[in-house]
């Protein structure tokens, strides 16, 4: 019996799958504490059979797994990989206090969703790959090609020293090393609603430092205003963004911009001798991180004629670039997004449209880094990650297994049976 002949949603078996989501999700994984999270997956992947099991510490207590599917030889390598930790869960009890969502990893299922602390973002794209595999083996799927798990921390950002992809980093180096073996396509599984994500935005922070000379406000003449240079700074920036979001768009993310997120200062009954303000840059794929800062950086000392007023500027969020994280997209035209399309459309109609992703995450470090073409693609609603309503539908989790499970045996090949 081949794949072609059989429905693999009748072996999915809902249970199962929805036990270990609800499992993932109540162990607690705050960037940080990714242990916590890696040891149930350590269960869950031996369970699977999966060989070559592989766990290190990118930082000490802080581990990565993976570890993979041996095929019967004869079909191309795919990773799935996703991150293990999650934003903090500040505020979550008291909003909802005296509700059944209280607990920020309880799971409950409620009017056909699950709720809680990193339902989406992004233990159902982790437990929909795992719970894939589970549904090919019930269905007794034997799999040509090899496929790949890898469960990385570090990827999200708040946590005080953290947050600089620093997982990401030493499982790559491990496939520049040959150590781990190189795939030929990726799935990472950040939230996409089942759409497909082969483009990315491209970020970086700038945090600017203005500082000029205090002076009591009756003789301001003595001072040098660094609130007034701010404004000037701001106006200059605004400015820029909208001469960049005037050159260029992309089909699937739109526009470049930058966005000012905070301004800080003012003197008490004084000439204001200090102010802050930070902004962050989107860039389009094929911008270039270097010339999109220097750009910045030319905007904001252009704007300020005082040569009493001293600006710095710092970039503190660097992931696959020393300033920022690189935008990234693949071809179009890879026969794997037309089989991962048709295997999302066979099991949730509607879904698996190719679409942009308005964030940034870790797929760059394969497509720009090691040249391997990869896509976001998983359950989960970005929109609602991050909140107190962060959920998941448990039929669009469902349906992403099988539609993972369709996906792999496409990709991977299948062993006549």
């Given amino acids: 019996m081949t794949l072609h002949d059989k429905n693999l949603s009748e072996f999915l078996d809902r249970d199962g799958a929805l036990s270990l989501l609800r ?4 162990r607690q994984s705050i960037t940080g504490n990714e242990g916590n999270f890696v040891a149930l997956l350590k269960d869950e992947m031996l369970a699977r ?37 999650t934003v903090h869960v500040d505020g979550w009890r008291e909003h909802w206090a005296g509700d059944e969502r209280e607990d920020p990893f309880g799971a409950p299922v409620i009017d056909g969703e699950i709720w809680g602390r990193g339902a989406g973002d992004l233990k159902a794209g982790i437990c929909t790959s795992l719970s894939a595999l589970s549904l090919l083996d ?9 496929v790949n798990f890898a469960f990385v921390g570090d990827e999200e950002s708040g946590q005080p020293g ?18 781990i073996d190189r795939p030929d396509f990726v799935v990472y599984v ?55 979001s005037a050159r260029a768009s992309h089909d699937l993310i739109g526009e470049g ?6 301004l800080n200062g003012g003197g008490y009954i004084a000439v204001p001798e200090q102010c802050t303000l930070s902004l962050i840059r989107k860039l389009l794929p094929g911008e270039s991180l270097d010339e999109a800062a220097a750009e910045i950086e030319a905007a904001v000392r252009g704007a300020v004629d ?38 999302i459309g066979s099991a949730m109609a509607g879904r698996g449209a190719l679409e ?33 309503e962060e959920r998941v539908s448990v039929e669009e989790y469902l349906a992403g297994v099988v539609a993972f499970a369709g996906f792999i045996a496409s990709y991977c090949g299948v062993e006549d049976q």
């Fill in 23 to 26: 499992s993932a999700i109540a």
């Fill in 49 to 85: 059979g999966l060989s070559d099991l592989g766990s290190a510490e990118f930082m000490p207590g802080r581990p990565n797994i993976w570890g993979t599917r041996k095929g019967k030889g004869g079909g191309p390598k795919l990773l799935f990989i996703g991150h293990t930790d």
């Fill in 138 to 146: 019930s269905a007794g799927i034997a799999l040509k090609g090899d």
């Fill in 162 to 179: 953290s947050g600089v992809s620093a997982g990401i980093k030493h499982y790559v180096e491990k496939i520049e090393t040959g150590e």
């Fill in 190 to 244: 950040e939230p996409t609603r089942l759409a497909i994500y082969p483009a990315q935005i491209g970020f970086f922070i700038a945090d600017i430092s203005v500082t000029g000379k205090s002076a009591y406000f009756g003789v301001p003449e003595l001072g040098h205003d660094a609130l007034k240079a701010s404004h000037k700074i701001m106006s200059a920036l605004w400015a820029h963004s909208d001469a960049v």
């Fill in 257 to 262: 911009f930058l966005l000012i997120t905070t």
């Fill in 306 to 343: 005082d040569p009493n007023i001293n600006i710095e500027i710092s970039y503190p969020a660097g992931r696959d670039h020393a300033l920022g994280g690189e935008a990234s997209e693949i071809d179009r035209g890879h026969p794997a997004l037309a089989q991962l399309q048709s295997a």
């Fill in 356 to 388: 942009g992703a308005p964030f940034w995450s870790e797929k760059s470090f394969f497509t720009n880094r090691l040249g391997i073409p990869a896509v976001y693609c998983a359950p989960g609603d970005i929109r609602n990650c991050h909140t107190f």
